[in-house]
């Protein structure tokens, strides 16, 4: 139970933080601190929270607060399916918390709106059609699930983990905000993506399924071919 815990507490603090700095700094295209400042600005966001997340819950849970993570993590052989169907309850039951409680901030005052929430087409601050947005997903989540699954099969290389992990998903953000908004975790989507409705609820499937896809695939490249040189 306490690994299920750490992975609510992790998922609802990334929700609030990462998507919480969009609405705040008005994302890609708008508000204050729009435009690269903007973008910087979540993407850092999602990775600080992420190395935060990783050094005070990662011992507990190894720090997942991803859906596409932990679904990788199991297609890897390293947790029980009971496990991952607990951590994914968990990252969803998060990353709502954290939208509901970005949404009493935004309900408070006079000047945000949105909950951060995803999109492609007239959402996508470039215009990215459905099949670049879910190539997108798809291949930063790839990417970001890799990373883990490397970084995290050696102990040698514990200490600086956190490290690696937070600033590939700063990384993959610098590139994605503009595109998608950048979900690479379907928890972080999806729970936005309620609170936003329309459009944006209409294509939440896209950054649900990419990410879970990208995720899988990432798993199969590490087991096939990298599994062994991490553990020599």
């Known amino acids: 139970m306490n690994k299920y815990i750490a ?16 609405v705040v700094t008005g994302g890609f295209t708008g508000g204050v601190g729009g435009g690269f400042l903007g973008v ?12 935060a997340g990783a050094y005070a819950i990662g011992h507990i849970s190894g720090c997942h607060v991803n859906p596409a993570v932990s679904l990788g993590v199991w297609l890897s052989g390293r947790m029980t399916f009971k496990d991952f169907i607990g951590y994914v309850i968990a990252q969803v039951i998060g990353a709502f918390a954290g939208t509901g409680l970005l949404s009493f901030v935004v309900n408070s005052t006079k000047f945000l709106s949105g909950y951060g929430a995803d999109g492609y087409g007239d ?11 879910f190539v997108v997903e798809a291949f930063l989540t790839f990417v970001f699930v890799l990373v883990i699954l490397g970084v995290t099969a050696n102990n040698k290389m514990s200490a600086v983990a956190g490290l690696v992990i937070g600033a590939t998903l700063t990384m993959c953000h610098l590139i994605g905000i503009p595109l998608t908004g950048t979900s690479v975790n379907p928890a ?5 993506a309620v609170f936003t409705g329309g459009e944006a609820l209409s294509q939440v499937w896209l950054f649900i399924v990419a990410p879970l896809l990208g995720g ?3 798993a199969v490249f590490h087991r096939a071919w990298f599994s062994v040189k991490d553990e020599d």
Do not use: D, K, N
Request: hydrophobic share 65%; proline share 2%.
């Open 7 to 22: 992975e609510f507490i992790g998922t609802m603090i990334l929700v609030f933080f990462g998507t919480g700095t969009a």
């Open 40 to 51: 910087a600005a979540i993407a850092m966001a999602f990775g600080l929270t992420i190395v």
């Open 123 to 133: 959402l996508s601050a470039v215009g990215l059609s459905m099949g670049g947005a």
């Open 188 to 192: 972080r989507a999806l729970a936005p």
């Open 216 to 218: 899988a695939i990432a």
